[in-house]
């Protein structure tokens, strides 16, 4: 430890001392109400900023955060001014007033934050948006308009799309299993009258499921059981079809 002591308030309030620069700093932490006053003033900005998602740094960023600290002089603790003190300033000096040093120490709290892993991948607490898959985003979305077909066995499927998002997705009720050998097939029907791949159904009698390719411009959708792998175009007739320019 040297005259720059000091300095290492932001890093102790943050916890980014090794062992022996604690054990250290904390020897003179006891003896300094300067210090003492800085760290309990830090302490609620540190608790939240702590709180908050951390990332792992790039290798020796702290070490070089660190070294920057420790080549800029912080300004000594203050003491009481007097008349006589006043007047042994050189007339261009002026002392520098006390939140100085105190915004000088939150800097180096944030920059050792950096350090320690909470900097650029951080979560801000008042960023709650999640990231949506794109499913989400066609259930979610404010124009998402739906259309839902009874099947044989009661069960339902329902298929909604968001022209926003230009695409579609099906969810579905108590769907048998399809037939040995066999499989669900989805498909779009294109304005012109042919039915597009959209894609396969993964087993299970309640899914949601993205159909593939865009669905802007689609007219209607359906469901098919197709040799396993699927077909290219629909071989069977639909078990199910959805009118999509009548969807709500």
């Known amino acids: 430890m040297t005259g720059n002591v000091h300095a290492l308030v932001g890093a102790y309030v943050v916890d980014a001392l090794d062992d022996a620069e604690r054990v250290a700093f904390e020897a003179h ?7 003492q006053a800085e760290i309990a003033s830090l302490s609620d900005t540190a608790s ?3 709180s908050l ?10 070490d070089r955060v660190l070294a ?7 300004l000594p603790p203050a003491v009481p001014r007097t008349p006589t003190a006043e007047r042994d300033l050189a007339p261009n000096v002026r002392r520098l007033p006390r939140p100085t040093r105190r915004l000088t120490i939150l800097a180096a709290a944030a920059a050792v934050l950096a350090a ?18 794109a499913t989400e985003r066609v259930l979610q979305a404010p124009d998402a308009k739906s259309v839902t077909v009874e099947l044989d066995g009661g069960a339902k499927a329902t298929v909604v799309r968001s022209l926003k998002e ?10 048998p299993p399809a037939p040995v050998g066999r499989v669900y097939q989805l498909w779009l029907q294109d304005p012109d009258g042919p039915y597009v791949s959209a894609g396969l159904m993964p087993p299970g009698s309640d899914q949601t ?9 689609a007219v209607g959708a359906g469901i098919t059981i197709e040799p396993e792998g699927g077909s290219k175009e629909p071989t069977t007739n639909p078990i199910a079809l959805f009118d999509l320019t009548a969807a709500t």
């Open 116 to 133: 320690v892993g909470i900097g650029a991948g951080v979560t801000q607490p008042w960023d709650n948006e999640p990231d949506l898959s």
């Open 29 to 35: 932490l006891a003896t300094c109400s300067d210090c």
């Open 209 to 217: 499921r993205l159909l593939e390719g865009n669905a802007s411009t």
């Open 166 to 175: 230009d695409r579609a997705v099906i969810v579905t009720h108590d769907m």
């Open 48 to 50: 939240l900023l702590t």
């Open 68 to 74: 920057d600290a420790a080549r800029t002089r912080p």
């Open 53 to 62: 998602s951390a990332t792992a740094p790039p290798s020796g960023l702290r």
